[in-house]
């Protein structure tokens, strides 16, 4: 133990300050201080030395318990696995976990993964039911198979062996939200008729009740510097039943090199997947962009490879959002999506918890 054993840092969300007051703060953790665009030229980055753990917005607490446990000694993984769980058993995060929204049929079933740094492994569940910590169940998948990917009763079953209990997952609040859903359904779910590139209004985007999405990724570097993340998610809302997102897509979801540095994402999960985009991070910083460039990039390949019509507003960019947060091993941070404005991703060092802006490809 050693003197972080007393962790000084802001233990609530009133203590995260508004993106409207980081210039100082952006400038500590290495990233431009203000939004870019996709022709804005590079930040220059400076490099923190320490501890640091990001996350998606939703996860405030989350890396603020990263921290925590990094200043106590614990491995980067162990750290980002306990931090998401704080939002994992949150009921009043309808995206992630225990209180996140059901499938079509009303089956909360969730995504999770895990990737270790130091050892280059790597851990998912995807579709599971009724196991409360999927990111968990995704860790041990890393620790004590020789497998990467376990899904549906598989995924399950190994929970059981390993001592989790079946819960209920559904809670009240997402029920009445499936129920409401349910009953104005029409282009309003995943099932699409038969139909050509180029048509449009249909599938979920054409829907006048936007769906609810939502995530939560964390990545961190401990004190031996070493890097690890993992993402969870209850998925797309009333997604059919069945469909795995970005989440537990090693590559897509998330990704890590302890030499390089460590990527996530939240949104749109198919776009994601369909562009590997955390890898593709991983790989730009690994080739010398900034961890914002990266995740920039990223966003750019997504809204290059968009193509069909239902997937594209009036101006031909995409007309859904993805967001993607990395950090590099020096220790700067970044983050990006398609369409933004005043997106923001959390961030923790020892110091405490900051909000950084989200640069954006597309102003929303
Ligand atoms: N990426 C998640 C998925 O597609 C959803 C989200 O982040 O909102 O399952």
């Known amino acids: 133990m050693n003197d972080i054993d007393q962790p000084t840092f802001p233990s609530s969300r009133r203590d995260f300050l508004k993106t409207s007051a980081l210039v100082g703060v952006a ?22 030395a320490g501890p640091i753990a990001i996350s998606s917005r939703n996860g405030q607490q989350t890396v603020l318990k990263a921290i925590e446990l990094i200043g106590a000694g614990a491995d980067a993984l162990d750290a980002v696995v306990a931090g998401v769980n704080l939002v994992e058993e949150d009921p009043e995060d309808t995206s992630v976990g225990y209180g996140g929204l059901p499938n079509a049929l009303g089956v909360v079933q969730l995504d999770a993964a895990v990737m270790h740094g130091p050892t280059c492994r790597a851990g998912s569940v995807g579709c599971i039911e009724g196991i409360k910590y999927p990111s968990k169940v995704a860790k041990l998948v890393l620790e004590r198979t020789d497998h990467v990917n376990l899904v549906g009763k598989g995924a399950q079953d190994f929970a059981v062996m390993h001592g989790f209990p079946i819960e209920n997952l559904l809670t009240e609040k997402a029920r009445l939200e499936w129920v409401n859903w349910r009953e104005n359904m029409s282009t309003q779910d995943d099932y699409l008729p038969k139909h050509k590139p180029e048509s449009t209004g249909i599938g979920e985007i054409a829907a006048p009740i936007k769906r609810h999405w939502g995530t939560i990724h964390c990545s961190a570097i401990d004190l031996a510097g070493n890097i690890s993340c993992v993402t969870t998610t209850s998925g797309m809302a009333f997604k059919v039943p069945g469909r795995i997102g970005d989440s537990p897509i090693i590559g897509a979801g998330l990704y890590c090199d302890n030499t390089v540095g460590a990527a996530g994402s939240t949104g749109r999960g198919e776009a994601n997947i369909e562009n590997l985009a955390s890898f593709l991070i991983v790989e730009r910083m690994r080739a ?15 809204a290059d490879h968009t193509k069909l019509a239902r997937l594209l507003d009036a101006k031909g960019r995409p007309n859904f959002n993805v967001q993607f947060y990395a950090l590099n091993i020096k220790g700067e941070v970044g983050g990006a999506e398609i369409l933004g404005g005043n997106g923001t991703f959390a961030a923790a060092t020892p110091e405490g918890g900051r909000l950084v802006e989200l640069a954006y490809l597309y102003k929303a």
């Open 288 to 302: 010398g962009d900034s961890p914002e460039a990266a995740c920039l990039f990223a966003c750019q390949r997504i």
């Open 27 to 48: 400038a500590s953790f290495g990233v431009a201080p203000r939004v870019m665009g996709a022709s804005t030229p590079k930040a220059r980055p400076r490099v923190f």
